[in-house]
């Protein structure tokens, strides 16, 4: 380290401080200030669907009512899943589906750390000692848009609760049509033999208990594709944690997301 550096760090560091007690805080959806660093201004926090208990135990949705501690919901029960457990902090609606779509097209990632602080309160009964995979990117895509907002909300989860964060298990080995307004057969096709698991992972993988990160959950082909594979590698669970679920009573979230 040079003379430079050791003078330069500390200055840098306090005036960075500095910089952060004297900004206004701005909620991440609105831009109205707010109390705290990380937090929701009070109107969009009320606009927010939080995804609470009681849910159903397989898919993390509400119920309406207490049905007891390990329900199932009849869609759970009808089609059940290829993964074990899926949870998510909120409906893809109001300042929600705003922040997921900031992080993603207006690049703004300081988001992920606000986002991926819910993530880890959501997914706490799974998170523990598990392996935290981001849904991958094509690497084409992610040359196009220079960061995958998957990855990002993985690094934060796993990083609060301690898990293994593991970006280079699962890649996307097919560049697959975006999935915006595809039928759900069509998003079944289109994801079909676009991912693989690294070879010099599979030991890694071996048994454990894996967290797969994605942003939104609509129609569940690209986790459960992701979920085929990881698990025919040797993975032992398989749950899902996303920042947003698609409302499966509003189509219109259902069409546009993902
Ligand atoms: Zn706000």
Known sequence: MTVKTVVTLPVMAVG????NALLPRRCPCCDRGVASGLGLCGTCWRQIRFLERPWCQRMGTPFTHDVGENALSPRAIADPPEFD?????AFYSGPAKDLVLALKFARRRELAEAMGIWMARSGNEFLGDSLVIPVPLHWTRLWQRRFNQAADLA??????????????????????????????????????RAFQVSGDQLQKLAGRRVVLVDDVYTTGSTVSA????????GAGTVDVLTFALADPANHEDVDRSD
């Open 226 to 233: 992701c979920t085929k594979v990881l698990k025919s590698a």
């Open 16 to 19: 960075e401080y500095l910089l």
């Open 155 to 192: 690094r934060v989860a796993a990083d609060i609760s301690g898990a293994e964060y593991a970006p280079f298990v699962l890649k996307r080995t097919k560049r697959t049509q975006q999935q915006v307004g595809l039928p759900a057969k069509e998003r079944i096709r289109n994801v079909r």
């Open 85 to 89: 457990r899926l949870r998510a902090v």
